[in-house]
């Protein structure tokens, strides 16, 4: 390991490193404006020169690796003086937006001509102009104020997988640039905004509505996928104005999806903010006492066998544990948190988890999927996976339809019948499995919500034990869930109990008349016209599909209007925190279960959330440890069967909407009307 000496303080660091970042490890602050130490190194904003002794001039930090013996002095005349001429020469052309600037009051920019810069100029020619470019309907542009750090271009070349963005010209003619014109298509765009450190690239449907220091920042986790990134939600009196992303390097990195950070005015628009019940075939406006005593009217007399209750996908663990004691002081065995009827086994925790983890994807050296399309389903798990490409050394193959995954993937077939000539060592593919020395597969949604989808389970884990992709030190068995409510809801056992029927014997029954009662909670993805005559309960903080059938309404809290705890596709529990209040008449949903057992006459022993927790945690104690990815125990799981020969089909046929809260964005509508068309699907399902 080199040793240098910083600033008179002698440090031993790392070989590789550079001297920027072996000058943070020394505790010295180096400005800069084109490094990031998520992208390559661009050496082009000058801003990070250091002095190095027996250098002539003044070094670029950022560029420059760390050797042994090096003198490095980051706080002399000559540094200053560097970096006063470098900040005077990016604002020669930098236009005093600041009042009107989006970025204003959190700007890199702004922050180091404080600290770095002159405290005027000596410029008194006209600054250059440069046309606004059109990004597409996320981000705004403002070009004039670009700096040319190519942050950007690189984020989108080396992360996002697109290669769409560039520089054209040459010295002050030179602009940053979308090819042909094009919107930037890409799933992780809005990180861009992020990535620049001035307000050329801004957020365009949070343009000009409020100032940083007018909001509340909460931290909190993202459900609108299973990928549980970690996010901050920024709010102002009951709006939630934006969400960004924060730091978690097992998780999300500091990325979030375009449909967490845009989704958020979804949160406004078709909410559910008092109780309704159904009169005379229509929906009417009701109190809470009005619908509740709806509720126990038409349960009165009903057994506990003909009343069944769905979880959504973007229900809490507090909630369904209401809801699952509910049912069980009705005598229901009928429950179920499966919407798209994945034959999972939760009798076996390591055959629905995410095994290798995030995190671990990044030692892997091949990858297998299986009917998943992960940019669409998880884009952060597909930023690991081309992460991990770059690196080198790893081989993707698919089972399923052929998509664009920003990464090379050879398409081995298409259905079942392909995997299970893997599995039989029949497929050539089968002998790079065997060579591999840390193999993994994916096995999607799309596989196993199928008829045979408990036998292609059982497949997908015979794969995995015939070719060591589970032993000690190493599980390469993952499942890619894309509901943040769906392992929870297994954990606790949200699933059918002693004869109870799952999502579609509920659905069967309450179209033949032998189910009586459905209770929805949040459950917007099946397909409602099955539910026949049943009586339906909807408890849901939007008007999606649930509540178009509900014969009651008990309006809920959406997921940054209520603390509850959530785990994801890896089993990593997660909490996410209340932001603002809900709307109207609207409650956060276990005081709804609860104050309903109360009228129901049989009250549930909970009265506050603390201790709703306690009760969870003593019936559940693995899921005490948050933040944590657990190591699941393995075993038999999935039944052998007959496959079809239908080929996999991808759960996801939209992006944008695949929620009642991105359905009910107006920003996620545009997104999908560019980028998929006017005919494109609004949801999860046909």
């Not at 020395?437 to 292609?456: E, F, H, T, Y």
């Not at 579609?504 to 005559?533: F, N, P």
């Amino acid at each position: 390991m080199p040793k240098l000496t910083i600033d008179g303080q002698q440090i031993e660091v790392p070989a590789g490193l550079t001297v920027l970042q072996a000058c943070e490890l020394a505790g010295a602050e180096i400005p800069r404006f084109c490094y990031h130490e998520r992208l390559s190194v661009a050496g082009n904003c000058r801003m990070c020169l250091v002095e190095m002794e027996k250098s002539p001039k003044p070094i670029a930090s950022c560029a420059m690796p760390v050797a042994d013996g090096m003198v490095i002095k980051t706080n002399t005349p000559l540094v200053h003086k560097a970096r006063n001429g470098v900040m005077e020469f990016l604002l020669i052309n930098h236009p005093l937006d600041c009042p009107i600037c989006d970025q204003g009051g959190e700007c890199d920019l702004q922050d180091q001509a404080m600290a770095f810069g002159y405290d005027r100029s000596r410029y008194r020619e006209a600054k250059r102009g440069v046309v606004d470019k059109d990004f597409g309907p996320l981000i705004k542009t403002a070009m004039t104020r670009c700096i040319q750090c190519t942050r950007c271009v690189r984020f989108s070349t080396e992360i996002a997988g697109i290669e769409t963005m560039g520089a054209a010209g040459r010295g002050e003619h030179m602009e940053i640039v979308t090819y042909v014109g094009q919107a930037i298509n890409s799933e992780l765009s809005g990180n861009l905004i992020d990535v620049c450190p001035v307000g050329a690239l801004l957020s365009k449907p949070y343009a000009f509505s409020a100032r940083p220091w007018e909001l509340v920042k909460t931290e909190s986790v993202d459900v609108l996928d299973a990928v549980g990134s970690a996010i901050r939600i920024d709010s102002r009196g009951r709006e939630v104005m934006r969400v960004l992303p924060r730091l978690n390097e097992a998780v999300n990195e500091e990325w979030i999806s375009d449909k967490t950070r845009f989704a958020c005015d979804g949160l406004k628009r078709q909410r559910l903010d008092r109780p309704y019940v159904r009169q005379n075939g229509k929906l009417v406006p009701a109190s809470w006492e009005e619908a509740f005593a709806a509720v126990v009217q038409r349960l009165k007399g009903v057994p506990g066998e003909r009343v069944a209750a769905i979880a959504g996908d973007l229900c809490d663990l507090e909630s369904m544990y209401a809801l699952k004691g509910l049912m069980g002081a009705l005598g229901s065995p009928h429950l179920d948190c499966r919407q798209d009827g994945a034959a999972i086994d939760p009798s076996v925790r390591g055959g629905y988890l995410f095994n290798t983890g995030i995190v671990g994807i990044e030692q892997a050296d091949l990858c297998l999927l299986i009917g998943t399309n992960p940019r669409w389903e998880a884009p952060l798990i597909n930023a690991r996976l081309r992460k991990r490409h770059l690196m080198g050394g790893f081989t993707v193959a698919s089972v399923g339809p052929a998509v664009n995954l920003t990464y090379p993937a050879e398409t081995l077939g298409a259905g079942p019948d392909t995997l299970a000539a893997i599995a039989e060592g029949r497929h050539p593919f089968a002998e790079k499995l065997k060579a591999a020395k840390k193999p993994m597969l994916i096995l999607g949604q799309g596989a196993i919500s199928r008829p045979d989808g408990a036998a292609v389970l059982a497949l997908a884990r015979k794969l995995a034990e015939s070719f060591n992709l589970v032993r000690e030190d190493w599980n390469g068995f993952n499942m890619l869930h894309t509901a943040a409510a769906r392992v929870g809801g297994l954990d606790i056992g949200f699933v059918p109990g002693a004869n109870g029927r799952n999502v579609w014997g509920i659905l069967e029954g309450a179209g033949s008349g032998t189910i009586d009662v459905v209770y929805l909670l949040g459950a917007d993805e099946i397909d409602t016209r099955r539910l026949g005559k049943a009586f339906v309960i909807y408890q849901g903080h939007h008007g999606d599909a649930g509540a178009h059938r509900a014969d009651v309404i008990l309006p809920g809290a959406a997921y940054t209007e209520k603390s509850g705890t959530y785990v994801n596709t890896e089993g990593r529990v997660q909490q996410g925190r209340l932001a603002t209040f809900a709307p109207g008449d609207a409650r956060e949903d276990w005081t709804i279960l609860r104050a309903l057992s109360e009228r129901l006459g049989r009250k549930l022993p909970f009265d506050s959330l603390d201790q709703l927790r306690q009760q969870l945690l003593k019936q559940h104690p693995d899921l005490a440890a948050l933040e944590e990815k657990p190591k699941a125990a393995w075993g038999s799981f999935g039944r052998a069967g007959n496959l079809e020969a239908a080929p996999f089909r991808l759960p996801i046929d939209n992006f944008y909407m695949t929620d009642p809260i991105s359905r009910s964005s107006a920003t996620m509508a545009e997104c999908s009307e560019m980028f998929l068309g006017p005919k494109a699907k609004t949801g999860t399902h046909d």
